[in-house]
C-alpha cells in the first residue's frame, strides 16, 4: 500500500494544449479516489502520468515516499485496468493472469498461488482453462481484474473499467469493485465519467473541468456543499435546477427573488450574501428539494415558486415534473401518486435549508 502524492502537477500538448493544469493531490494509503468529469477533462492523462505512460511537463509525482518522475511504469509497483482490458485472445484465464508475473522472473510456485486466489477472490475459478473468447463481458473483466491483482501492487488504477458493460453488469461490477478494493486495501485510483459511479465507489472524488481540479471532497460533501456552479450541476440525478434571482436582505433573513417566486435562502448563507443585496446571483435547487404542494413533507412556509408544467415523467414512485417558472424550466421530483398533467399550474415549495447559491459570471 501506499499514498500517491500530485505536486502542481502539469500536461502540455505542444504549446496550445494544456491537458491538466496545477493538479495537487495527495490521497491517503488505501483510499479509493475518483476522477471524475466530462470527457476530455484530462483524467485519463493524469491517470497516464500516475503510471508512468505518460511524462509530465511539470510538477511532482510521488508513490509512498518515492519521487517517481523519473521511474519507469513497470518499475513503480502500480497495476493498471482499462476499458478495453486487452486480454490475450489465443491464452486462455489462467495464462492471462500469469502471464506478467512470468515476464517478472516470479517462481512458478508463487505464480501458481497467486493465481488462484486471485481468481477464487473473484469467483472464477471454474473459468480457468477458458480462452477469453469463451467468456461474457462480466467475466472478461473478472479477468482483466484478476491480472491487476496478482501483481499485488502498491497502487490500482482504473480507467472506466465498466464502461464496456451493459447497465446491470455495470451496477453488480460497480459493487464488486467497491467489495474487493475494501478488501483488498490497496490504494485505488478510479476514472470515470459517470458521478453515479463516482458517487457509489469514491471515498473522495476530484471533480475535474477543462484539465483543472474544481472540488475534492467526500461525495456528501460535494453534494451538500459543491465549491461552484459546475460540481453543483455535475453531482446529483437529476441536475440541480438554477434560477436567475435577484438578492434581497430584509433583516437577518435573505430571500431570493423573481417574477413568480419569492425564497428565503438557507440561513448559513444569509450573511455573505447581505454583501449581494440588490444583485442577480443563480438560486440552486435540487430537483429533489422541490415538493409538490400538498404531496410533501417540506413546510409550506413562505417558499413558493409558481409554474407551469410541461412535462411529466412517471417513475414509480416519483414522477420527475418539468415546470415553467417564467421561462426558466426546472425539474422537480415529486410523488408518483400526485395528479399531475402538462399544463397544470402547480405551487412548487422549496426546501430552504437546502437552497445553494452562485455567482452569476460562474
Ligand atoms: P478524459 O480522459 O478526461 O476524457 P483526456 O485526458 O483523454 O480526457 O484528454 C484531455 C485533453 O488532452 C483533451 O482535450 C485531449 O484532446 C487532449 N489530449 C490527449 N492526448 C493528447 C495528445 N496525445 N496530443 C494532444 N492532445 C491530447
Ligand atoms: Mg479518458
Same mark, same amino acid.
Given at each position: @500500500? ?6 502542481? +502537477?502539469?500536461?502540455?500538448? #505542444? ?14 494509503? *488505501? ?17 497516464? @502520468? ?14 509512498? %515516499?518515492?519521487?517517481?518522475?523519473? +521511474? ?14 486487452? !486480454? ?29 486466489? $486471485?481468481?477464487?477472490? !473473484?469467483?472464477?475459478?471454474? !473459468? ?47 459493487? %464488486? ?7 483488498? *486495501? ?14 457509489? !465507489? #469514491? ?10 481540479? @474544481? ?18 450541476? /455535475? ?9 436567475? $434571482?435577484?438578492?434581497? *436582505?430584509?433583516?437577518? $433573513? ?6 413568480? /417566486? ?31 404542494? #400538498? ?17 411529466? %415523467? ?10 415553467? +417558472?417564467? *421561462? ?29 447559491? /452562485?455567482?452569476?459570471?460562474?
Amino acid at each position: @500500500m501506499a499514498k500517491i502524492r500530485l505536486e502542481h +502537477v502539469y500536461k502540455r500538448y #505542444g504549446s496550445k494544449v494544456t491537458a491538466v493544469k496545477d493538479f495537487n493531490l495527495e490521497t491517503e494509503d *488505501g483510499e479509493f479516489v475518483v476522477f471524475v468529469g466530462p470527457s476530455g477533462c484530462g483524467k485519463t492523462t493524469t491517470l497516464r @502520468m500516475i503510471a508512468g505512460l505518460e511524462e509530465i511537463s511539470d510538477g511532482k509525482i510521488y508513490i509512498g %515516499e518515492r519521487l517517481v518522475n523519473d +521511474v519507469p511504469p513497470k518499475d513503480r509497483d502500480i497495476a493498471m485496468v482499462f476499458q478495453n482490458y486487452a !486480454l490475450y485472445p489465443h491464452m486462455n484465464v489462467y495464462d492471462n493472469m500469469a502471464f506478467g508475473l512470468r515476464l517478472r522472473k516470479v517462481p512458478k510456485n508463487d505464480i501458481d498461488q497467486r493465481v488462484k486466489e $486471485a481468481a477464487r477472490i !473473484l469467483k472464477i475459478e471454474h !473459468l480457468l482453462q477458458r480462452k477469453p473468447r469463451e467468456l461474457s463481458g462480466g467475466q472478461r473483466q473478472r479477468v482483466a481484474m484478476g491480472r491487476a491483482i496478482v501483481r499485488e501492487p502498491k497502487v490500482f488504477l482504473m480507467d472506466e473499467p465498466l464502461s464496456n458493460l451493459d447497465a446491470k453488469l455495470r451496477v453488480e461490477m460497480r459493487a %464488486e469493485i467497491a467489495k474487493l478494493t475494501r478488501r483488498l *486495501g490497496v490504494t485505488t485510483v478510479y476514472v470515470t465519467h459517470d458521478q453515479v459511479e463516482a458517487m457509489t !465507489l #469514491g471515498h473522495r472524488i476530484v471533480v475535474m473541468k477543462d484539465g483543472e481540479i @474544481m472540488q475534492v471532497d467526500t461525495p456528501l460533501n460535494l453534494y451538500d456543499f459543491p465549491a461552484n456552479k459546475f460540481v453543483a450541476g /455535475f453531482i446529483g440525478s437529476p441536475s440541480m435546477n438554477f434560477i436567475r $434571482a435577484k438578492v434581497e *436582505g430584509a433583516g437577518d $433573513a435573505v430571500y431570493l427573488t423573481g417574477p413568480s /417566486f419569492r425564497v428565503r435562502t438557507n440561513p448559513h448563507l444569509a450573511a455573505p450574501l447581505k454583501a449581494y443585496s440588490g444583485k442577480e446571483v443563480w438560486l440552486g435547487i435540487r430537483p429533489e428539494h422541490l415538493g409538490l404542494k #400538498g404531496w410533501t413533507a417540506i413546510p409550506e412556509a413562505e417558499n413558493i415558486i409558481k409554474g407551469t408544467i410541461e412535462v411529466v %415523467e412517471p417513475l414509480g414512485a416519483d414522477s420527475e415534473i418539468h415546470v415553467d +417558472v417564467g *421561462g426558466t424550466v426546472i425539474t422537480a421530483k415529486v410523488d408518483g401518486h400526485a395528479p399531475v398533467r402538462p399544463g397544470d399550474t402547480v405551487e412548487l415549495l422549496v426546501d430552504t435549508g437546502r437552497t445553494h447559491t /452562485f455567482d452569476v459570471d460562474t
